[in-house]
């Protein structure tokens, strides 16, 4: 029988109120309070925070505060990633982000979701899908990345964007829904 953790990685139906889960997340949200109260000339003590959160590939990332996740175990950042104010992460599944991936301000990725039937949103579960966004990527300030989306590479996102479906490579892409403006 799996965990429920097992259930959220693998995108199955689960329960967040889990044990596990709780304090998993009691764990992140500890670590990006201190995160978020630190100076602004404490980049030293920021960086390591965030490398007790996220998993970098290689290289140099920066994120502003404030920054709130869900785990932050299941963020994978490429070089030279940089997220503006307020981005929020909900990392329940996997998201991956690529080598030069810039985030505008109030930039939200959702790998959670819940079920739109209301009697089954009552029982508690809720589901959760993983987020690919590859290299070269800018995503414009306020956009929203729904569950299960991939973006491709050298895209870029316009601001206020609610991405609801995969993006393909070499792409500019806004609007609510987010769909294709041209090609680049």
């Known amino acids: 029988m799996k965990s429920e953790k097992e259930k959220m ?3 199955d139906p689960y329960y967040a109120g889990d044990g596990e889960l709780v304090k998993e997340r009691g764990h992140a949200k500890n670590l990006t309070f201190e995160f978020n109260h630190t100076k602004p000339d404490e980049q030293e003590k920021r960086q390591a925070i965030l490398k007790q959160l996220i998993k970098a590939k290689k290289g140099a990332f ?3 505060a404030p920054f709130n996740c869900d ?3 299941n963020i994978e950042v490429g070089e030279n990633f940089y997220a503006n104010f307020g981005c ?3 990392d329940c599944n996997k998201v991956c982000i690529g ?6 301000p109030n930039v939200q990725i959702y790998t959670a979701g819940h079920p739109v039937d209301p009697g089954e949103r009552l029982t508690g579960l809720e589901f959760a899908k993983p987020i690919s966004i ?9 956009s929203i990345i729904c569950p299960g989306v991939k973006v491709g590479n050298n895209v870029t ?14 792409v500019l892409a806004a609007g609510n829904p987010c769909r294709i403006i041209r090609n680049l």
């Open 134 to 142: 590859g290299n070269n990527v800018w995503v414009g300030g306020g």
């Open 9 to 11: 990685l693998a995108g």
């Open 88 to 90: 929020i992460i909900l």
């Open 62 to 64: 920066h994120i502003e």
């Open 71 to 73: 785990y932050g175990y």
């Open 99 to 104: 080598d030069n991936v810039l985030f505008g």
């Open 157 to 170: 996102i316009g601001a206020g964007s609610v991405v609801t479906k995969d993006i393909p490579d070499n």
